[in-house]
């Protein structure tokens, strides 16, 4: 199964002053690459040609320690590869309501176009009604005059000896309908946020199946800041009511971006479930050749007061500065690992002055230069 958790554990040569100040990257656990690489093998999917395709090598991950930590964008591009496998496979994606699928991608396409996120909602079950004898899923907005919140109710039927894509001789064979049916919860309650960048408020999951363990009962309470109960004869999430009427904040071009690093995004939402901080994130990266946007501008995008930005930002524990060297941290990161950009090049790109400055910058928030933390990175893909 793909996991989608983070792990708040950063490199082990670092000195505890040094983790002080790694805020910015977020990072995912060596066993999580490891089990997801298990699962692959276990479905028929060639591991080492994936790993290849994202620049990873199964066995110097394997090799490291279980809880060294590597960047969750690596991780990201990893489930969306293995995610593209398992579509050729001609079986509906059971896991986390689709997430990184073609149907979830051109779904996300109709809703971000919607004016509130009750219209996006609307159109999203217009969507999934349409293709449910293809995917085998839909949801649905419940909405019940008489109370302050609503429903959102997300319907999958998982059939374990019919599919392949939850084995027989897996370890989380058996529990295939739990981790299906919250996953896909998960995932909708994550996406009502970013589109409305709101964390939900009054959140609440009942998930139609039985409860597996304490830990993964507590990772999804966690999550959502709210309850959850399992057998609960429904397979819904609940939030307030008024943010149906909230605005969407997302553009086509923010959208991409979402689809580019999806998974990232669900991970750091997971690690700080702050849903405005990730709307500002994807509407500052939009052209980052024009410079970062003034705090003025974010807030005019998201149809607020700047008095209000502050305030939510400040309930989030974060700031407009922390959010731009988050930003600058993941494009960093991506354009080093990717596209095989040069310092000089990111500087200018992310505002700095001097290489120099960039390099530093870069050296507070990974705990490596640039030229360290892509060799690391290269070495697990024997380069």
Known sequence: MLELNS???????????????????????????????????RIGIDVPAVAASVELRPDRIAALAPEHALPALQYSRLYKAAVAEMEQLEQGLV???????EAFELMCHCMVGARTLRDALQLAERF??????????????????SLKTVRLSYEIEVAESETTLIPEDWDRFGSGLTAARASGLLVWHALCGWLIGQALTSAELRVDAPFLNQNYHDSL?????????????????????????????????????????????????????????????????????DGMPSFTAVAAMLYMSESSL?????????????IKDEVRCQVAIDKLLNEDSRVADLAELLGFTEPSSF????????????????????ALGGK
């Open 128 to 145: 999934d009604g349409l293709l449910y004898p293809l995917n085998g899923y839909c949801v649905r907005l419940l909405e019940d005059p």
């Open 95 to 101: 896991w986390a309501a689709g997430l990184g699928g």
């Open 359 to 378: 390099v530093r910058s870069f050296k507070s928030w990974t705990g490596y230069t640039p030229k360290a933390y892509k060799d690391m990175i290269e």
């Open 221 to 289: 309470a966690r999550t959502i800041s709210g309850p959850v109960y399992f057998d609960a004869g429904e397979n819904t999430c609940s939030f307030d009511r008024v943010l149906l009427d909230r605005r969407v904040v997302h553009t086509p071009e923010s959208l991409l971006d979402f689809f580019k690093n999806s998974v990232y995004h669900l991970i750091a939402m997971d690690r700080v479930p702050a849903s405005t901080s990730a709307a500002i994130k994807s509407l500052v990266t939009i052209d980052l050749h």
């Open 7 to 41: 792990n708040e554990i950063k490199p082990d040569s670092l000195t505890a002053v040094e983790v002080e100040t790694l805020m910015a990257e977020i990072t995912v656990p060596a066993k999580k690459f490891v089990r997801l690489f298990d699962y692959m093998e």
């Open 310 to 322: 502050r305030r939510r930002l400040q309930a989030e524990e974060t700031s407009y500065q922390t």
